[in-house]
């Protein structure tokens, strides 16, 4: 569904993307995980073509690239991006975003008030926009997106400024799209929400995919220590750890159990136990421990 | 999805207060501009007529009297002794409206007279008082007219037949272009300040720009039809209708013709179109450079300024003669061509070089979308 072949793009000195090749198909959630400025709106605005990369290309649907304006349009019936906030027309209400949204990728509304009603607006969806909290249009913004129900969504920063009961509804409704065949890629800080509803999250780092994390296929499995630096050293001086543990972020120890055998992992577990006993958990590592072992 | 977005970029223009505001400053243009229109002196055909005989006196006067001894000069004296008899006929057919016929060929025998003074050189009679020939076109002309359709001779000036070609005239040119522009800030404003929201709507650029280009020209032309409306209307109800096939005249080709107030304003409002079109597409042009709309407006402003600046100083200027054009007013009733001396300037190549130059406009603007797709402009830079 979607091929990026080497892309890259600079600033000034600052390399946002070297190489980057990804590809992804239908209903598929990619999570992308990375600190501010490290290209991740960069990587969506190049997918939507609001910025050129200096090399590569974007194919979508096998056959589209931005070649011309014919084919980027054709590209734009499939694809979407997420507003901002800040980008919302005061003066129109919520009603009305949503008409312009199914429209123009639907050529009707009718499916408007569903999705009002499946995100809760009801309440609030006829008023002015200038009227709305940070949550209602977050909601908003997430509810044009479903309304141009296209097959590919560009989904920056979804989960701002949205309270508990709406992270778990806009998840929901994420879920849900993804299981009607959409494309769905996802930037967000809520790391552990990712874990929920992505199938893949990948992180970014000095232009490049450093990691890509598959929630879909089998994981390693570790034994997940809290422990802090002194005790970490002080644990190296004493034993030695298998060549695949990692430290993470300064707190956390991960010993992998894949590869050792029964005997082998309970010794691990009784060893750390005795000393770190409150602080154990065993499985694999999450989008958190991932973000942390790359970033922090 | 293109009708779509013509009824959303509908509904954000109707949501755009400025607009709606220079909407009514040119509604009410039409009958504020009245007060001022009905306090002109303006000059009555009786008023012509007596000023034209009062001046044979010193034409008289000042005829060498040595002149007359010579056969030509005989023959000039006789001319214009019958040019004076026929005004003088004129002033007193002007009494009874039963008399317009022979006020006519009065008329057109007295200009045949002053043309066959012109082709003797107007000799012996002082430069002062000649009668230039366009003058003389311009009057033969209405005359001719008048004899066509049997129309009054003595139009009241102060009617609405007459007043709305005035207005068109007044408030065309710089204030017409400058409400355009005005009004044609508002076609990227929401593209620039809601960009995350309208920049990926499944449309080409041209298209927006034409759903955009439309329906501004759509609302420019609501607003002057309906201050046309109501000036009329109030007109009207002060002092009449009058006749919207009385003649108003025209230049064309370094002539002058007579029209119908109807086909005159209706050239005024073609002429209207073409330069809102032009405006509105270069000022999407322009602002592709620029990136402000104000910037923008001033720049246009400038440049249509440039050839009355660069006239001023007395710097040749021939080559922005278009530009000049856009004061259609001054272009239909020939003043434009007076002004800068060039027959070149009339109604023909002003429409002409508007739909020329809007091609052109349209032409680049295609151009540049075309070539944002090569990788001369997809570099670096972005």
């Known amino acids: 569904m979607l091929k990026l072949s080497d892309l890259s793009i600079s600033y000034q000195d600052k390399i946002v993307l070297d190489h980057l090749n990804f590809t992804a198909d239908k209903g598929e959630i990619i999570g992308v995980a990375a600190p501010n400025g490290t290209g991740k709106t960069t990587l969506f605005n190049i997918i939507a073509n609001y910025t050129k990369p200096d090399s590569g290309s974007v194919l979508i649907d096998g056959k589209y690239t931005y070649r011309n304006e014919k084919e980027e349009v054709l590209i734009h019936k499939l694809l979407t991006t997420f507003p901002e906030q800040k980008d919302l027309f005061e003066e129109l209400s919520g009603t009305a975003h949503l008409n312009l949204y199914a429209s123009m990728w639907n050529g009707s509304s009718k499916r408007v008030p569903a999705i009002i009603d499946k995100l809760q607006m009801t309440h609030y969806v006829k008023k002015k926009a200038k009227t709305y909290s940070l949550g209602m249009r977050q909601r908003l913004c997430f509810a044009m997106m479903m309304a141009a129900d296209t097959t590919v969504m560009l989904m920056d920063e979804v989960m701002n400024g949205l309270d508990v009961t709406n992270v778990a509804l806009i998840s929901d409704c994420l879920s849900e799209m993804k299981r009607k065949g959409k494309l769905i890629f996802v930037a967000s800080h809520l790391l552990e929400n990712l874990d929920l509803y992505a199938d893949r999250v990948i992180f970014l780092k000095e232009g490049k995919i450093v990691h890509e994390q598959r929630f879909t296929e089998d994981r390693d499995i570790y034994l997940k220590i809290e422990v802090n630096p002194v005790g970490y050293k002080s644990l190296q001086s004493k034993i030695e750890l298998p060549s695949g543990h990692v430290y993470i972020g300064e707190h956390l120890l991960c010993i992998p159990l894949d590869g050792l055998t029964l005997p082998e992992q309970t010794r691990w577990i009784e060893q750390m136990l005795g000393q770190f006993g409150h602080n154990l958990t065993v499985g694999p590592l999450g989008t958190v421990e991932y973000y942390e072992k790359y970033y922090s | ?382």
């Open chain 2, 1 to 382: 999805m293109r009708w779509n977005y013509i009824l959303f970029e509908t509904k954000m223009l109707l949501h755009n207060r400025k607009n709606w505001l220079l909407g009514i400053a040119i509604i009410l243009f039409f009958p504020i501009y009245y007060l001022q229109y009905s306090q002109t002196d303006i000059e009555t055909l009786q008023d012509q007529k007596n000023v034209e005989a009062e001046q044979f006196h010193s034409i008289f006067k000042a005829f060498p009297e040595e002149m007359r001894a010579t056969k030509e000069g005989q023959e000039i004296y006789d001319n214009l002794t019958e040019q004076a008899s026929l005004i003088n006929m004129q002033r007193f057919y002007l009494w009874d409206e039963a008399e317009n016929d022979s006020y006519i060929a009065d008329g057109l025998l007295l200009n045949e007279l002053r043309l066959e003074l012109h082709e003797a050189g107007n000799k012996g009679i002082h430069p002062n008082y000649i009668v230039t020939k366009q003058e003389i076109h311009k009057e033969m002309a209405l005359l001719n007219y008048y004899k066509k359709y049997n129309v009054s001779i003595i139009p009241d000036p102060f009617v609405a037949s007459n007043y709305i070609p005035a207005a068109l005239d007044t408030i065309g040119g710089l204030p017409f272009s400058l409400l355009v522009l005005l009004i044609g800030t508002s076609m990227l404003l929401h593209d620039q300040q809601n960009r995350s929201v309208m920049s990926g709507l499944p449309v080409s650029f041209l298209q927006k720009i034409f759903s955009k280009v439309g329906i501004h020209l759509g609302q420019i032309f609501v607003f002057l039809t309906i201050g046309i409306g109501i000036g009329s209307v109030y007109v009207a109800l002060k002092t009449g209708w009058g006749s919207f096939t009385s003649p108003v005249l025209l230049y064309s080709d370094g002539n002058f013709y007579a029209v119908s107030t109807v086909h005159y304003v209706l050239l005024q409002l073609l002429a209207f179109l073409l330069i809102s079109f032009l405006l509105l597409v270069v000022s999407i042009l322009v602002n592709e450079l620029t990136k402000n709309m104000y910037a923008t407006v001033f720049s246009i402003v400038f440049l249509l300024l440039l050839p009355s600046l660069l006239l001023s100083a007395g710097i040749d200027a021939s080559w922005l003669l278009p530009l000049a054009m856009i004061d259609i007013g001054a272009v239909l009733s020939g003043n434009a061509a007076i002004r800068f001396e060039s027959a070149f300037m009339d109604y023909q190549r002003a429409l002409s070089w508007f739909a020329g130059l809007s091609l052109a406009m349209m032409a680049v603007l295609y151009m540049k979308t075309k070539l944002q797709y090569t990788s001369l402009l997809s570099a670096p830079g972005k």
